[in-house]
């Protein structure tokens, strides 16, 4: 009898697993999908991990956690404070850094397999979402859309920088947004919308341009809430009390966690906003930069913000740059006016007309209109600010509207299918799975072909380069470069000073904008300048560097394509006077 019942039990317990496991299939998929592409690559040899980070800048990062994790301060090259980071992915790195003094691959291949926790929170957070205002199907394919297009995964997971917290938070903040009550049930209390206070101010820490993200929701609440909810609590209270009291609780975590930072940046830096996004926007006053130049006329701007299909500088061009590719390819064979913008706006018309109930019903659900406001003012900054030398993984914002977009035409395309008599169904079916398994396809061709070490090359470029800098300079040298990332994080012997000031100090970026930049560097004591050539002709650093270098040896890396000078700074070299 005992036996029986233990067997029963037994069996019990085993169906209630198998319900757990079908309920939550989906997310089951997806934690063991990213898990597949993350361990790969973590547990891989150090070339190929190397090949992960391949943005120089993600080692500001790293640098400046390993220099906090041991007692060095909040600084880059040890010579003053800096703040070129978003804090809360330099926060996750502190602890992970820590192991650097051990092993400098170890904490490398510990850090991807912390994105691919972010992504898993993304996948996840995308299809619950998605779920509860459209289709399964349709959540299923956004969700994996996300997860698994290279072009995604390799702007907000590849290279070790803050997309990958950025989407989440983004992702998490809409989810909870999306969630609200409507205007018209009782809402008892207001911590959803401290709730979504809280979550704005981590979006803004995660990366501080999501500013636009928590303005444009601090609006829609307003919105939604814009008079007070009908219950006896509220009935004897002023409409504007109700306005003030909801944009009160919304704003207070955003003021004391993002007040806390600023504060901290004026105190310890002595200037409230990141030295970086300065940087760009003094870099935009100047000609002959390799950093390119702010749009001057409103249709420049107008061609940066929305059908520039340049993936670093095209905010759009995850929509914009396929459209712009077959169009130029049809150029080449006289056939461009097979395919024009203006006919896709045309094609799209109706289309909104027929699906306008589902249109309307989740662009206010999903909140859409905010979301968009959110990526107009973004854009709108950093096209209209001077602000140059942007990157892909700045437009975050902007393919979390555009798979949600798509989410929507996904939606529309499967009701149609569906209405086909008793093939409708089994077709939908029949498609997600084919589309599923393709993108699982591509995924894992990307991730096993492109971060694999090619060639018979023994070194990676980044560790090449360190040790050729080991053998040919002092122990304890200073350096001066540009994308001093990589080698300060592998040459820990020498104090590597970044000579574009992303991640320098304040009193660095001051002397540059003054004309002092030779001046600074003199005072700290630099012994070589190192970077390409052009730096000697190009502004802001010929100004610094001319006349103050004598060029000592060249370094090349053939499977990079990197060739690099090693010049000894000196006051003035035509004299001949060493410091």
Known sequence: MIAFRNSAAHLGETATMMQWIKRNAVEITIVLLVLISHTFVS??????????????????????????????????????????????????????????????????????????????????????????????ETAVFISFFWLLIPQIYATVMVGGLESGINAFFIVFLWFRLSSLPSTNELMTNLRQVGELGLLAA???????????????????????????????????????????????????????????????????????????????????????????????????????????????????????????????????????????????????????????????????????????????????????????AQREWYWVIELIFIVLVLGLLIEGVKGFIQKIPRLGPVTVRILLSASLIYLAYIHFDFVTHRFSFQGNYEGHFYLDRANWVKNNTEPDAKIAITG????GYFTPERTIINLDGLISNYDYLQHIQNGMGAEYLTSVGVDYVMGGGWILKMSPYKDTLAGHV??????????????QILWRFVLMSKAGQDK
Not at 103 to 117: A, E, T, V, Y
Not at 291 to 297: A, E, L, Q, R
Not at 550 to 563: C, Q
């Open 43 to 136: 547990l891989a040899d150090p070339n190929t991990v190397l090949n992960w980070y391949h943005v120089d800048d993600a080692f500001y990062y790293f640098k400046t956690a390993q220099n906090i994790s041991e007692g060095r301060g909040v600084t880059f090259d040890g010579l003053g404070p800096t703040n070129g980071f978003h804090p809360l992915w330099l926060i996750v790195c502190i602890p992970v850094f820590s192991l650097a003094r051990y092993d400098l691959i170890l904490p490398l291949r510990l850090l991807i397999l912390i994105q691919g926790l972010f992504n898993i929170g993304t996948g996840i957070l995308l299809y619950r979402m998605s779920r509860r205002i459209l289709s399964h």
């Open 202 to 388: 981590l979006a803004i820490l995660s990366r501080l341009d999501n500013a636009f993200i928590a303005v444009a929701v601090g609006v829609w609440l307003l919105y939604l809430y814009w008079s007070p909810v009908r219950n006896e609590e509220h009935r004897s209270k002023s409409h504007w009390l109700w306005r003030i009291k909801v944009g009160f609780v919304y704003s207070l975590p955003v003021i004391i966690l993002v007040g806390a930072y600023l504060l901290w940046n004026l105190v310890y830096i002595g200037h409230l906003l990141p030295i970086s996004s300065e940087v760009k926007q003094w870099w935009g006053t100047l000609r002959n930069t390799p950093y390119g130049v702010p749009p001057t006329s409103f249709r420049g701007f107008i061609s940066e913000a929305f059908v520039n299909g340049d993936v670093g500088t095209g905010p759009w061009s995850f929509f914009f740059g396929p459209f712009l590719n077959i169009r130029d390819l049809l150029e080449k064979h006289g056939l461009q006016n097979l395919i024009r913008l203006r006919w896709l706006i045309l094609v799209s018309i109706p289309l909104i007309y027929f699906w306008r109930k589902l249109i309307f019903s989740a662009t206010r659900r999903l909140a859409l209109i905010p979301l968009f406001l959110a990526c107009l003012g973004q854009i709108t900054y950093y096209k209209l600010s001077g602000h140059v």
């Open 484 to 487: 001093s990332g990589n080698l």
């Open 550 to 563: 004598e060029e000592v040896k060249k370094y090349k890396h053939d499977v990079e394509g990197v060739n």
